[in-house]
């Protein structure tokens, strides 16, 4: 994560709040996993239902409220994100007001426009994206992991050991989608640079009669951003998969440890079930 981000005004203030919401959230997480496992234990010793309505009535509340807080967490990102990219884009536009047209020049006349149009609305998109997950990741996976080794040693350790290696592969191809989509980002600048001079000079290109060939320049250019932007999303692809793959294989194995012991009739707190 990039430290001039935090730079931002009302980023700090923005994320104290995600960090609060997101405590609440993962109680309420916690808490409905608790009611939860401690109904399926009573049916499953075929206890009645009527038994448990307290706890079924708490877990339905606490699933309400956890994504009545996940609700409200998007909207107050959403609209922190929209507010701070239009102060973004008037800080560039004066800026780019105040340098004149020689900056333009330099800069090329697609890059300003990139940067201003597109460039903006994904820095947005990308606040809306990230602060999010930022705040999840740094609270929830401590909250659970700290409870489950408060209740069960052994399943803590399995996560504990299959969480890092998950974080370093995630690292991994973190920094090859970062340099995937720093070479997509280039390849769109060039694209978009390429646009703009072939309609500026579009009369020109009629006149000499290359309007037809300068077409193939145009595929080529277009092509090149095709295979970047591929490129870009089979490393995406790929993070997924290892994320899935490695969060289902710590459950899994969670799991097994689990039902090894439940069938020697222990529980997690090595505790007799009842018969």
């Known amino acids: 994560m990039d430290r001039e981000l935090f730079r931002e005004r009302g980023m700090k203030r923005m994320t104290a709040v995600l960090v609060g919401l997101t405590i609440l959230q993962g109680l309420a997480i916690i808490y409905q996993a608790v009611l939860l496992s401690a109904v399926i234990a009573h049916l499953f010793q075929k206890g009645a239902v009527e038994d448990v309505l307290v706890e079924i009535a708490g877990f339905g509340f606490c699933f309400i409220l956890r994504h009545l807080i996940h609700g409200f967490k998007d909207q107050a990102v959403y609209h922190f994100a929209s507010k701070t990219s239009k102060e973004l884009r008037r800080e560039v536009l004066e800026n780019l007001f105040h340098l004149g047209p020689p900056a ?28 999010p997950k930022m705040a999840n990741m740094a609270v929830l996976p401590a909250m659970i992991g ?125 505790l007799r079930l009842r018969s």
């Not at 295979?227 to 994320?243: H, I, N």
Request: proline share 1%; with cysteine.
């Open 146 to 270: 700290f409870y489950i080794l408060f209740k069960d040693l052994t399943s803590a350790v399995v996560l504990f050991v299959t969480i890092p290696v998950l974080v370093g592969f995630m690292i991994l191809l973190g920094l090859a989608a970062k340099k995937k989509s720093d070479k997509q980002w280039s390849m769109y600048k060039v694209l978009s640079n390429h646009f703009v001079d072939s309609l500026r000079g579009l009369e020109t290109l009629k006149y000499l009669g290359l309007s037809r060939s300068h077409t193939e320049k145009i595929n080529t250019v277009s092509e090149r951003y095709r295979t970047s932007t591929m490129g870009t999303l089979r490393v995406a692809f790929l993070s997924s998969f290892a994320m899935d793959f490695f969060t289902m294989l710590s459950v899994a194995t969670v799991a097994v440890f689990l039902g090894l012991r439940l069938v020697n009739g222990r529980s997690c707190l090595n």
């Open 104 to 131: 333009a020049r330099k800069l090329g006349t697609g890059n300003v426009v990139t940067l201003v149009i597109e460039g903006v609305t994904q820095f947005r998109q990308y606040l809306v994206l990230f602060l």
